[in-house]
C-alpha cells in the first residue's frame, strides 16, 4: 500500500499545476473543435450523422491527430520532473526516510501522475462528448469511452517513459532535454530513420508495394500503436497501417495487426517502468 499513498500525494501536488491546467484547457478546445469538425465533415460528404455510431467515428478520426499531439506534451510534462525534481531540491530524501521503498516510489509516481493524466484526458474529451452532442445531437457513448479509454492508455505510456527519464538523472533540466528528445524521436527521428533503412536495403524511397519490415518498424512506436488499438477498437482500418499503406488488414505483420497495438502499448509502458525501477534502485542520492 506504500506505493499507493506516494500515488495519493503525488496527484495531490500534480494536479495543481497551472502549467498542466493550461495545457487542459488547451486540449479541451482542440476536442471542440474536433467535434464541430466531425460534424462539418459528415456534412461536407452528405452523410446522416444522425446515427451515434457513425458520428463518434467522425470525431474520433477528427480526434486522433490532436490527441497524438497533445497527450503526449501533457503527459511528460507531468512525468519528467517526478524524480528528478525531489532528487534536485532534495525532499527525495526525506520521502525514502518515510516507510517507502525506491520501487514505492517509482510506481507511486507512475500512478499518481498516470491519474493526473487521465484526469485531464477525461475533461478534455468531456468537452468533446459535449460538443458533439451540441453539434449533431447523438453519440455512440460506449464507443466514445473506449476510444477514450484507449487514449487514456496512450497517456500512460508517456508517463512511464517520462517518469523512467526522471528517475535516470538528478537535474529536471537534463530530464527536461529528455522528455523534448523523447517527442522529437517518436514524431521526426524514428521514421526518418526508417525511410533512410528503406532506401538503404530497396534503393528507392517510394514504393507501389512497401515490404513487411518497412511496415513493421513504423507500426511499432507509441503513437501508431495508439493508432492500431484504435483501430482495433472500432474495426475499422482508418486509423491503421492497413490504411495507410493499402494493404489488406489480414496481409499485414504481426506487429502491424489491429490488436497488436495494444502488446506495443503494454510493452512500451513496461519497458520504462522497468529502467526506471533498475536505475533508481542503483542510483546515489
Known sequence: MSAVTVAKKDFEDAVRSRKLMLLTAVFALFTLG????????????????????QSTIEL???????????????????????????????????????PHTRRDVVVGKILGRSAVVAVSILIGFGVGFV???????????????????????FGVVYVCLGVGVSSLTKSTSRA??????IILFFWFLWSTLVQVALYLVEGEFFMEEFPEWY?????????????????????????TMADAYQYDVGELPLVAEPWFGFVILALWALLPLAIGLWAFGRADL
Open 215 to 239: 511496415i513493421s518498424l513504423l507500426s511499432i512506436s507509441p503513437d501508431a500503436a495508439y493508432g492500431s488499438a484504435i483501430g482495433a477498437v472500432f474495426s475499422d482500418s482508418s486509423f
Open 131 to 153: 460538443g458533439l452532442l451540441a453539434f449533431v445531437g447523438s453519440v455512440s457513448i460506449v464507443d466514445y469511452l473506449l476510444f477514450t479509454l484507449v487514449t487514456i492508455l
Open 34 to 53: 474536433g467535434a464541430y469538425l466531425a460534424a462539418e465533415f459528415g456534412e461536407l460528404f452528405g452523410e446522416e450523422l444522425g446515427d451515434g455510431a
Open 60 to 98: 474520433v478520426l477528427a480526434l486522433q491527430t490532436s490527441a497524438g499531439f497533445l497527450v503526449p506534451i501533457i503527459a511528460l510534462v507531468v512525468g519528467y520532473k517526478a524524480i528528478a525534481g525531489e532528487r534536485e531540491s532534495g525532499s527525495l530524501k526525506f520521502l525514502l526516510g518515510l
Open 176 to 181: 527536461a532535454i529528455g522528455a523534448f528528445g
